[in-house]
């Protein structure tokens, strides 16, 4: 047998806090030395920070690294232990992604990433060069200052792995993995046992076991040990990155860390055999053939032994079964830690909500409450770094810390019903019924005098007082009383987030919270610079059929029972009048229901489709219950109303990113916001289409018929699933 104890981490980095980035790093290595652990994985550029986007164009970053690096290495921290170290390296005219593999105080190798992600929210060869010389490892002249400190002038510098004296250790880094051909593939051929990935992976829901999938598929066939690092927490941006590091053996996990946490540092240790991988491989005839004609991939010799023989003291890890969260529990702990990580790096003592007993607004809430319910379960863990950091942001003194989340939500939660002659009693209600479960300072206040002083002042500026749709009055006249009392209620909250500290005798400000989903903001169903307007928005990204769900689950997993009520009830904005024969409902004021946005989303986004490819894909889906002519008259309005509301997303919230059709403006979905709205050659297009059909639908086969989603190919049959374009 040949024994090796290896060791990977989830670090919550925060991109350009070089001194936490550096606490983090030390103390994982620390705790894989301790653990005996010979091998030590981080995650993808770890010093810097995954997301310091334009900062790593700053000669300053780089400079700041190496300091970093330097410092690690005339510490004791790489005596014994084969340290992979994330940061960005400058090589002659180039800045490259790169791991620096260090072991006893002298760099090994520095391997540059060789194909970068630059696709959704990634946009890496904006900063970064790939590696692209696929033979020899070149030599790379370090910094004076390092060189000097480390009495080392120069390393290779390449695609190439480690050859110590008992197995062949490589780096492949995140996007490579899932790249047409993947280097994991050529180093299984020339050897290598252990494969280290570092990696930069935001969470994204239902994304998890693609990730997963592709690990455990790179050692399956070929053999080998995969172990995976990644950052966990908000680094500073609208990304969640989800942890999960894992070490899988011959295709099966045996060693698997927390998807969503609130600690720093979690460090995942596996003891491996190394002669189980190399028994699998030559078990494998193919496998040994093309070995035999491989082509030869560059390699720096180290004369260290890694491994141990038989011993039974040291035990190995064995399969284990995989943890994956469902779809509400990843709604309920992705945005709680990331606004955690968000409220205690800005300075904030706080969150305001504007609570509307709806769906979306309680479900900001109810992700509030669980925050607040993780806090207080790690601190009970014994956790100091989130003691510390509830204890200054609660204002607690005398040694005092939170036990309980409802006080613990008194003290850095505040809601507010703002009501108005169009709000129901039941919204009222169930409102202050949900911020007393999860234990939130609550405010009901009345915008009534705030709006007719404002319409006051128009009639005296104008002559003129615009009156309700059900009152007489046109849809301009309807549309800006709405949106007055909207704007209002924005101003009315940031107003409050920054004085009620001050009349509760509390330090600092709170940061406010919006609360509009991604169908909505795709719809444009939202006004711009109401209560969408926020600091911050965890669930912008979610969309409203995902969010029911999770209220429902809500409900009985985090105690918040009045869930339910709010669930079950139909949507509205509250904006107008209630009449006996009128109520105002989002889906009818939409024109359209939420189960279609997202469809329509999907295809707009993760499907690539422009009007026309939508209208004939849709015709396949709604075949069984559509005529084409109808199904052409839903994709025209839903392009017009998209695009004539595009610009809004211009003015977005910063929004936890969860779903891959978001229409986020400034980082995901880079599109114009001027268009033609009557999109005149499109819609022409359509209608072309639709005569020359004289009225023919779709054949499908008599038992298809009756499907709910039709046929008719990839597109129109995942246009309904949420798991689609992962």
């Not at 480390?150 to 190439?160: C, K």
């Amino acid at each position: 047998m040949r024994l090796l104890k290896v060791a990977t981490c989830n670090l919550n980095q925060w991109a350009m806090e070089f001194e936490c980035n550096m606490k983090n790093i030390k103390a994982s290595i620390s705790q894989a030395k301790a653990a005996g652990a010979v091998i030590r994985l981080g995650p993808e550029l770890e010093v810097t920070g995954y997301g310091c986007e334009d900062h790593f164009l700053e000669l300053d970053t780089v400079s700041h690294a190496w300091e970093c690096l330097k410092e690690l290495l005339l510490g004791d921290w790489t005596d014994g232990i084969l340290c992979s170290i994330g940061m960005p390296v400058i090589k002659g005219a180039e800045r490259y992604n790169c791991q620096v593999l260090c072991i006893n105080r002298r760099i090994i190798m520095i391997r540059p990433k060789l194909w970068l992600a630059n696709d959704g929210n990634y946009r890496e060869l904006r900063w970064f060069t790939a590696w692209k010389q696929r033979g020899e490892l070149d030599e790379f002249h370090l910094p004076i200052e390092v060189s000097e400190a480390l009495s080392q002038t120069s390393v290779p510098f390449g695609y190439g792995y480690i050859q110590f004296i008992d197995t062949a250790v490589a780096v492949e880094v995140c996007e490579e993995l899932f790249s047409p051909v993947p280097p994991h593939a050529e180093l299984a051929l020339n050897g290598v046992e252990v494969f280290m990935n570092a990696s930069g992976s935001h969470h994204q829901l239902r994304k998890l076991d693609i990730r997963l999938n592709a690990f455990m598929g790179a050692t399956h066939a070929r053999g080998g040990v995969y172990m995976y690092s990644n950052q966990q927490g908000c680094d500073g941006g609208r990304l969640y990155y989800d942890g999960c590091a894992c070490i899988v053996v011959n295709g099966h996990v045996v060693a698997q860390g927390s998807q969503f946490s609130l600690k720093d540092v979690e460090v995942i240790i596996s003891q491996v055999d190394l002669d189980a991988v190399a028994s699998l491989r030559g078990s494998i005839s193919s496998f040994q053939e093309q070995a035999s004609c491989k082509v030869k991939v560059s390699s720096v010799y180290v004369p260290c032994k890694l491994t141990q023989s038989f011993n039974l003291k040291m035990t190995l890890s064995s399969p284990k079964k995989i943890m994956y969260h469902t779809p509400q529990e990843e709604i309920a702990f992705g945005p709680a830690c990331w606004l955690w990580d968000y409220l205690r790096r800005s300075g904030a003592s706080g969150f305001l909500l504007p609570l509307s007993g709806g769906a979306d607004s309680s479900s900001v809430a109810a992700i509030v409450g669980c925050m607040c319910q993780l806090v207080v379960k790690e601190i009970a863990n014994g956790d100091e770094q989130v003691k510390t950091d509830a204890k200054r942001i609660g204002n607690y003194a005398d040694g005092q810390f939170p036990t309980d989340s409802k006080e613990f939500a008194k003290r850095i939660f505040y809601t507010v019903f703002m009501g108005s002659e169009n709000s129901s009693k039941e919204t009222k209600m169930r409102a202050k019924q949900l911020a007393d479960e999860i234990g939130a300072w609550h405010l009901d206040v009345c915008i009534d005098g705030v709006v007719s002083a404002v319409l006051s002042l128009f009639q005296t500026v104008t002559g003129k007082r615009p009156r309700y749709k059900v009152d007489g009055g046109s849809n301009a006249e309807n549309l800006g009383l709405q949106n007055i009392q909207a704007r209002m209620r924005m101003v009315l909250a940031f107003m409050l987030a920054s004085l009620l500290p001050w009349v509760h005798s509390k330090p600092g400000f709170y940061l406010v919270l919006g609360s509009s989903n991604v169908d909505e903001g795709l719809r444009g169903y939202l006004t711009k610079y109401d209560c969408s307007s926020a600091d911050i928005n965890p669930i912008g990204s979610i969309s409203k059929q995902d969010l029911r769900l999770f209220l429902r689950w809500a409900a009985t997993n985090l105690g918040y029972q009045s869930l339910a009520d709010i669930e079950a009830a139909p949507p509205t904005a509250e904006l107008e009048p209630i009449r006996s024969d009128y109520t105002q409902l989002d889906e009818v004021d939409m024109g359209m229901t939420y189960e279609e946005l997202s469809v329509y989303g999907r295809m707009r986004k993760i499907f690539r489709c422009g009007p026309v490819s939508m209208f004939k894909n849709l015709c396949y889906k709604w075949g069984p219950k559509l005529s084409p002519a109808e199904v052409a008259e839903k994709v025209k309005y839903f392009f017009k109303y998209y695009s004539i509301n595009r610009h809004k997303m211009t003015v977005l919230t910063p929004s936890y990113h969860a779903e891959s059709y978001s229409p986020e403006d400034n980082r995901f979905d880079l599109r114009q916001f001027l268009y033609n709205s009557k999109w005149p050659y499109q819609f022409k297009k359509i209608d072309e289409i639709v005569d020359g059909l004289n009225g023919d639908t779709v054949a499908f086969p008599e038992e298809e018929e009756e499907a709910s989603s039709g046929q008719g190919g990839v597109v129109a049959a995942n246009s309904g699933d949420p798991s689609a374009g992962l």
